[in-house]
């Protein structure tokens, strides 16, 4: 009988989760970590659902030619085989302070179910769709997501846990996006995707020492995938103009960075160990990854948000302190937690409003989006 193939040879995303799924049944599992991908809060990955006839009825001819050169790029896999472990990986668990380790761990779990999240809604679309430019597209993305996923498993698995993929798939719950809010929330977490993987991959690169595990370097190729992603969904954002340019839409696209960047801002606060190991300063990093993702989104979206703003950063320390509030508070019963939940709340709507309301940078749009990693 043949070995299943690597999910890193997978050319599916289906092949790459039963690869996965053959590699579970010879190794010790972990119910912790499947419940914290399960979590969904305001701060957790989530999986999505949408409306996918009406994303199966796009007309990608208005970006036909920048569309097939994409695709054929995608179809060429330069990444096939990547996501696997070679000699040069050296993972020193035991080594590892265990404060550490529970937060390297956690943002493992956290990156697998986000990638894991983009694979189940890919892998949807294409089931689901009619339209091949679309299907093809989206199985493409769903493979690269599956890849991903199955490589931060096998990384975990070493520390004796993984996220049940096929668990989540049918357990955790789907929130249902229309298909606008799918491409503004799906082209930002693929392009600031790219901008954290990149910013670390060369973080490291000038500080090796600081690369306490080896996971980081495969990030370079890793993030030229979630560009690519990118460059996808602002092709279909860019197939109508209205998309980006009617005035309600530019409210949901400002509202969409915010969210993006403070709930990024928030969770990356909230892993100090992690960032202290890594020899990056979460504030800087935080800063630099925005602005990359703002210089991308230049692409696309007629403005960028003011990250220079003297409200954006106390703003944003101000949601990290109420996150931390409301965390605590959900460990309290009674009244008296209720109360510090509610107050909490009421602190990150309000911080958050006063982000959401800082004039934004107008920007004018390329006709062409087409851009290339250029970190
Ligand atoms: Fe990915
Ligand atoms: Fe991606």
């Known amino acids: 009988m043949n070995a299943p193939k690597h999910s890193a040879y997978a050319d599916t995303a289906e092949e790459a989760i039963a690869a996965q799924d053959a590699l579970d049944g010879q190794t010790m599992t972990s119910e912790m970590a499947t419940e914290v991908a399960m979590q969904n809060t305001l701060l957790t990955p989530r999986f999505y659902t949408t409306d996918f006839a009406e994303m199966d009825s796009i007309d990608v001819s208005p970006v036909r030619k920048d569309w097939d050169n994409l695709i054929a790029g995608m179809k060429a896999d330069p990444n096939k085989g990547h996501f696997k472990k070679t000699d040069e990986w050296e993972a ?41 430019d679309i299907t093809t597209l989206f199985q493409l993305m769903a493979r690269d997501e599956a890849r991903h996923a199955g490589f931060i498993n096998d990384a975990l698995r070493e520390a004796g846990i993984r996220v049940n993929l096929g668990f989540l798939t049918q ?13 503004y929330a799906t082209y930002l977490s693929e392009k600031i995707g ?66 993006v960047y403070s709930t990024m801002w928030v969770r990356d606060h909230q892993r100090p160990l ?54 605590k508070a959900k460990e309290r019963s009674g009244i008296i937690g209720l109360v510090s939940r509610l107050t909490g709340m009421a602190k990150a709507g309000i911080a958050f409003a006063s982000i959401l309301t800082i004039p934004s940078i107008p920007n004018d749009v390329p006709d062409s989006p087409v851009m290339v990693p250029s970190y």
């Not at 202290?276 to 230049?298: M, N, P, R």
């Open 92 to 132: 020193n668990w035991e080594g590892m302070d265990p404060a550490l380790k529970a937060e390297f761990i956690d943002f493992l779990i956290s990156s697998c179910t986000a990638e894991f999240s983009g694979c189940v809604l890919y892998k949807e679309m294409k089931r689901r769709g009619s339209n091949t």
């Open 171 to 183: 357990q955790k719950k789907y929130t249902y996006f229309r298909p606008k809010f799918i491409y």
């Open 194 to 259: 790219y901008a954290r993987y990149i910013t670390i991959f060369r973080h490291l690169e000038a500080h090796p020492d600081k690369r306490f595990h080896p996971i980081f370097q495969w990030f370079r190729e890793w993030c030229n995938d979630e560009f690519s992603h990118g460059e996808a969904f602002a092709l279909l954002m860019k197939t109508d103009s209205k998309l980006t340019e009617s005035f309600i839409n530019k409210l949901w696209i400002k509202f969409f960075l915010t969210a």
């Open 274 to 327: 992690f960032h202290k190991a890594l020899g990056v300063d979460v504030t800087w990093y935080g800063q630099e990854v925005f602005q990359k993702t703002s210089e991308i989104s230049k692409q696309v979206f007629p403005f960028t948000l003011d990250i220079n703003h003297r409200r954006w950063r106390p703003n944003l320390d101000r949601m990290e302190k109420a996150s931390v509030q409301i965390a």
